[in-house]
């Protein structure tokens, strides 16, 4: 029996350093990006999430032209890309009849098609699929260093700006009573996002990466009503989701990035299920006591 | 003494209040009144410096913009928000705690003691988004208490609250008014401005009165302010 289990669970990251990298990766990934999306998801910016991890692409991209499949070369593009799409978003929603999400949905998609056109145009539909769906079973030493320097950076910062981010949540317009720099934690906050969506997308791939912030988050907000507990709770999910989705992925010779968000997806169905089950059995339970009680 | 000159504010560049020159005095309680559009809350987020004037400005003198204790409307924020009562209300001691000072026991004691004032002594663990309409506008006065400023400006206080939470928290202004703290309030129910506020301000874009309740809500103020003829003849 343990020899089974070694063998499921231990043995395909013991015996292939590809796989132990790639759970290193994502494991560290889970860190800061889970916490991010807490944050995206509460401040109902969960597809602005999703419009920045297209935004990047053409950073990636010119990057990519630049230099090849240069991972630093390629994370620098897509932090100014993304930087640049979110900075035009806010400031043409400032400074014009534009919504903010109108705004951004025009600049991510015009930022999407010219990322495409470049690599198409210059590159092969291999380097394209890297880019779009991301590389975890092939995370040399570099990109495990980048991955886990942005993700030690971003923790750091989201903890620095914790408590002026969760005011800017709750109550902007007290905020801005109290303190000029609300402005500037939504920027911030912003550049996070940036940041853990170009680190996802050298394990996870520009589209899959957002799933390793929203799909936690998602899932924790089902089982508390507690800030903490929700980042704690969205830290599990995601890193027992890359742990099961590298898992699939050996055993059955599955993508490995689509794997670990399909166990996310699992993970949030699940969790309606049961926390419907919970409500209604919850509600008979109350209704019975209250049956009780007019009996007696 | 806040000094209010020639103030004109655009709001998403429509003139929202024109040239308005008035004096509002330390330890007056003014309400902020007038119909829909004429200016209120643009008033209020003027004198906070939220928003640029086009032209005119707003003085203060002793008191500044440090010493302001704002509450929003209520529908402002996002009740959905995991969140305690007890986190909700100690953000008011931002100015004191900032981004990392600890929160100490001096500040939990004043906090607890603000909760009580407001009558939510044993909700501090609740979360926000369990409390009824009134005891969600309680946990707003205990916010902006804390905030221990000698400016109060309250947007819409009593707006959506029940008789007697109306009569409790107009007790808690007044006590504020009673220890010589200004306090600044827009309010919507004229009942309410004559029963509780010694002064009134009267607004629709300019100013059209300010001064005595009494004096400022009468009926030709009233009908200048493009009030319906229904609520000009209930007064």
Same mark, same amino acid.
């Given at each position: 029996?343990?020899?089974?289990?070694?063998?499921?669970?231990?043995?395909?990251?013991?015996?292939?350093?590809?796989?132990?990298?790639?759970?290193?990766?994502? !494991?560290?990934?889970?860190?800061?990006?889970?916490?991010?999306?807490?944050?995206?998801?509460?401040?109902?910016?969960?597809?602005? @999430?999703?419009?920045?991890?297209?935004?990047?692409?053409?950073?990636?991209?010119? @990057?990519?032209?630049?230099?090849? !499949?240069?991972?630093?070369?390629?994370?620098?593009?897509?932090?100014?890309?993304?930087?640049?799409?979110?900075? !035009?978003?806010?400031?043409?929603?400032?400074?014009?009849?534009?919504?903010?999400?109108?705004?951004?949905?025009?600049?991510?998609?015009?930022?999407?098609?010219?990322?495409?056109?470049?690599?198409?145009?210059?590159?092969?539909?291999?380097?394209?699929?890297?880019?779009?769906?991301?590389?975890?079973?092939?995370?040399?030493?570099?990109?495990?260093?980048?991955?886990?320097?942005?993700?030690?950076?971003?923790?750091?910062?989201?903890?620095?700006?914790?408590?002026?981010?969760?005011?800017?949540?709750?109550?902007?317009?007290?905020?801005?009573?109290?303190?000029?720099?609300?402005?500037?934690?939504?920027?911030?906050?912003?550049?996070?996002?940036?940041?853990?969506?170009?680190?996802?997308?050298?394990?996870?791939?520009?589209?899959?990466?957002?799933?390793?912030?929203?799909?936690?988050?998602?899932?924790?907000?089902?089982?508390?009503?507690?800030?903490?507990?929700?980042?704690?709770?969205?830290?599990?999910?995601?890193?027992?989701?890359?742990?099961?989705?590298?898992?699939?992925?050996?055993?059955?010779?599955?993508?490995?990035?689509?794997?670990?968000?399909?166990?996310?997806?699992?993970?949030?169905?699940?969790?309606?299920?049961?926390?419907?089950?919970?409500?209604?059995?919850?509600?008979?339970?109350?209704?019975?006591?209250?049956?009780?009680?007019?009996?007696? | 003494?806040?000094?209010?000159?020639?103030?004109?504010?655009?709001?998403?560049?429509?003139?929202?209040?024109?040239?308005?020159? =008035?004096?509002?005095?330390?330890?007056?309680?003014?309400?902020?009144?007038?119909?829909?559009?004429?200016?209120?809350? =643009?008033?209020?987020?003027?004198?906070?410096?939220?928003?640029?004037?086009?032209?005119?400005?707003?003085?203060?003198?002793?008191?500044?913009?440090?010493?302001? $204790?704002?509450?929003?409307?209520?529908?402002?924020?996002?009740?959905?928000?995991?969140?305690?009562?007890?986190?909700?209300?100690?953000?008011? =001691?931002?100015?004191?705690?900032?981004?990392?000072?600890?929160?100490?026991?001096?500040?939990?004691?004043?906090?607890? $003691?603000?909760?009580?004032?407001?009558?939510?002594?044993?909700?501090?663990?609740?979360?926000?988004?369990?409390?009824?309409?009134?005891?969600?506008?309680?946990?707003?006065?205990?916010?902006?208490?804390?905030?221990?400023?000698?400016?109060?400006?309250?947007?819409?206080?009593?707006?959506?609250?029940?008789?007697?939470?109306?009569?409790?928290?107009?007790?808690?202004?007044?006590?504020?008014?009673?220890?010589?703290?200004?306090?600044?309030?827009?309010?919507?129910?004229?009942?309410?401005?004559?029963?509780?506020?010694?002064? $009134?301000?009267?607004? $629709?874009?300019?100013?059209?009165?300010?001064?005595?309740?009494?004096?400022?809500? =009468?009926?030709?103020?009233?009908?200048?302010?493009?009030?319906?003829?229904?609520?000009?003849?209930?007064?």
């Amino acid at each position: 029996m343990i020899n089974i289990l070694f063998e499921l669970f231990i043995e395909p990251f013991s015996n292939y350093s590809f796989m132990s990298r790639a759970l290193w990766g994502c !494991l560290v990934l889970s860190i800061s990006a889970a916490p991010i999306g807490v944050f995206l998801t509460l401040r109902k910016m969960s597809l602005t @999430g999703d419009a920045m991890a297209h935004a990047i692409l053409p950073g990636a991209a010119v @990057g990519f032209l630049v230099s090849g !499949l240069s991972i630093f070369a390629m994370t620098i593009g897509g932090i100014i890309a993304g930087c640049i799409v979110a900075l !035009l978003s806010g400031f043409v929603a400032r400074h014009s009849r534009a919504e903010e999400d109108s705004s951004l949905a025009a600049f991510y998609l015009l930022s999407l098609a010219v990322g495409v056109l470049i690599i198409s145009s210059k590159g092969s539909s291999v380097d394209l699929l890297h880019v779009l769906f991301g590389s975890t079973l092939a995370l040399n030493n570099e990109a495990l260093l980048l991955l886990t320097t942005i993700a030690s950076i971003s923790t750091l910062a989201l903890a620095l700006i914790y408590r002026a981010l969760v005011l800017e949540c709750v109550d902007p317009d007290f905020f801005k009573t109290v303190s000029r720099m609300g402005e500037a934690v939504h920027y911030i906050f912003l550049l996070l996002v940036v940041l853990n969506l170009v680190a996802g997308f050298h394990a996870l791939g520009t589209l899959m990466s957002v799933g390793l912030m929203i799909l936690p988050a998602a899932v924790a907000r089902f089982w508390t009503n507690q800030l903490g507990s929700m980042i704690l709770i969205a830290f599990l999910c995601a890193s027992l989701s890359c742990l099961g989705g590298l898992l699939l992925s050996y055993h059955f010779a599955l993508a490995a990035s689509p794997a670990i968000i399909l166990v996310l997806g699992g993970l949030y169905i699940i969790s309606i299920i049961m926390v419907k089950q919970r409500d209604l059995f919850s509600k008979k339970h109350t209704s019975l006591s209250f049956s009780g009680q007019t009996n007696d | 003494m806040i000094k209010i000159s020639q103030l004109t504010v655009h709001y998403q560049n429509i003139p929202a209040l024109e040239n308005i020159n =008035t004096e509002i005095h330390q330890g007056e309680m003014l309400a902020v009144v007038g119909a829909n559009g004429a200016g209120k809350s =643009t008033l209020l987020k003027a004198v906070m410096g939220q928003l640029k004037p086009a032209a005119g400005c707003v003085e203060f003198q002793k008191y500044g913009l440090k010493n302001i $204790a704002y509450l929003p409307q209520s529908q402002k924020v996002d009740r959905s928000f995991p969140i305690t009562v007890k986190e909700f209300v100690s953000a008011g =001691t931002w100015r004191k705690t900032g981004l990392w000072r600890a929160f100490t026991p001096l500040l939990n004691k004043q906090l607890s $003691a603000c909760l009580s004032q407001v009558g939510l002594k044993n909700s501090e663990h609740k979360q926000i988004g369990e409390l009824s309409g009134g005891q969600f506008q309680r946990m707003l006065f205990a916010r902006m208490l804390i905030q221990d400023a000698q400016i109060l400006i309250l947007d819409e206080p009593f707006n959506s609250v029940d008789m007697h939470t109306t009569r409790d928290l107009a007790a808690v202004i007044q006590a504020c008014h009673a220890a010589g703290k200004t306090v600044i309030a827009v309010i919507h129910d004229m009942h309410l401005v004559k029963q509780y506020f010694p002064e $009134a301000l009267l607004l $629709a874009g300019r100013l059209i009165a300010k001064g005595p309740t009494e004096q400022v809500l =009468t009926q030709d103020n009233m009908c200048k302010a493009g009030f319906h003829p229904a609520v000009v003849n209930e007064l």
